[in-house]
Structures are given as structure tokens and as C-alpha cells.
């Protein structure tokens, strides 16, 4: 089911942004009353839930437009590759509101280079991986981390796309500014028509 979690939606006023366990309560709760498995959604969303976080802010702008998809389901549940390709680079980013582990694919299609990004995944699966491993569409890389270890979210699946990777490696900004938006726009295509949603 599609869920919006954006500063436009007044159903989300009373959910309180700091806490991890609201945010899985009322996701669940939601997920159970309309009888779906997964709730997803988020691309190029404004939200509120960042404001917790000195993270993504800076001396001029606040960083508030989600720049992937989110997939909302419990922790431990498989992550696959959404197609062929190797492992690029992975790692645990930390700081509060962000990934936590982290999985970036690198992918070739008909000569072109892109890749995606698996954010807010457990920290068993970033231990037993290595950079240019291989992996088929649909392989099993990776598992759902809970709220401990991927960032002091609801467990889900932030899916990202990324044309240039700009030379990072196990991260990329899966959140910008206003004033951003066009750039990361024109690099970070929504996921959303790939997966056939």
C-alpha cells in the first residue's frame, strides 16, 4: 500500500517525530487495518521526521526531501537485488537518522553505469560481503535492520537509485534540501517506474 508520510498529510500530526516506536506502531497499525504486508512510498517527499536530528541540517539549509523509496515492512525481512550486478561498497553509517549499514550495488546496462543504494539494513549483513562480489536480480543480499542499528527508524527499506556516485562510497545523500532538488532530481531517478510500481 502507498503511505505518505509528508508534512501535507494531517494524519500524521499526533505521531511523534522522535520516536522510532510510534512510527513503527503506527505504520503497523496501518498495514494491519488495510490487511497489506508492505507500505511504501517517499519519493521526493518533504518530511518532518529529519528534524530530529542535527544530521541534516547545516548553517543554511535543512535537508528534508527524500531522495528514494521507501519500502516499510519488518525487521529481518530479505532484501534482494532489484538486478544483476556486483558490490560496490558498503558500510555502517552511524550518525543518528541516517542509514546505518548500508549496501550500494553497481549496475551495466546496455553500456551504462548506474547504481542503488539499500539503506537500513542489519549489521549481519555487511559482514560476510565483499566489494566486487556478484549478485543475480532477485538474490537475497541482505536483511532488515530493527530500529537499534538503522538509524532510530520503523524498520524499512530505503531504495535508491544514483546515476554518478560523485566518488562516495558506501553512502550517498538519500535526503536533500530545497535548493537541491533539481540536482539530485536529474541524478536520483524515482525507483518506483523500475519496480513496476
Request: hydrophobic content about 35%.
Amino acid at each position: 500500500m502507498p503511505l505518505d508520510l509528508s508534512v501535507s498529510n494531517p494524519k500524521i500530526s499526533n505521531v511523534k517525530a522522535s520516536s522510532s516506536n510510534d512510527w513503527e506502531a503506527y505504520i503497523g497499525g496501518l498495514l494491519k487495518k488495510n490487511e497489506k504486508k508492505i507500505a511504501f512510498g517517499g519519493y521526493l517527499e518533504r518530511r518532518n521526521i529529519y528534524q530530529r536530528s542535527t544530521y541534516f541540517k547545516d548553517a543554511v539549509n535543512e535537508r528534508n526531501i527524500h531522495l528514494g523509496v521507501d519500502f516499510w515492512i519488518a525487521a529481518g525481512t530479505n532484501v534482494h537485488a532489484f538486478t544483476d550486478g556486483i558490490i560496490h561498497s558498503f558500510q555502517d553509517n552511524q550518525n543518528h537518522g541516517d542509514y546505518g549499514p548500508t549496501i550500494i550495488l553497481e549496475h551495466q546496462i546496455d553500456g551504462s553505469t548506474f547504481f542503488s543504494l539499500y539503506g537500513h539494513l542489519s549489521r549481519e549483513s555487511i559482514q560476510a560481503i565483499e566489494v566486487g562480489q556478484h549478485v543475480k536480480c532477485g538474490e537475497i543480499i541482505a536483511e532488515l535492520g530493527d530500529s537499534q542499528v538503522n538509524g532510530d527508524y520503523a524498520p524499512h527499506l530505503h531504495f535508491q537509485l544514483i546515476r554518478d556516485l560523485e566518488g562516495k562510497s558506501g553512502d550517498y545523500p538519500g535526503v536533500c534540501s530545497e535548493a537541491e532538488i533539481p540536482k539530485y532530481k536529474a541524478n536520483c531517478p524515482d525507483p518506483l517506474p523500475f519496480l513496476g510500481l
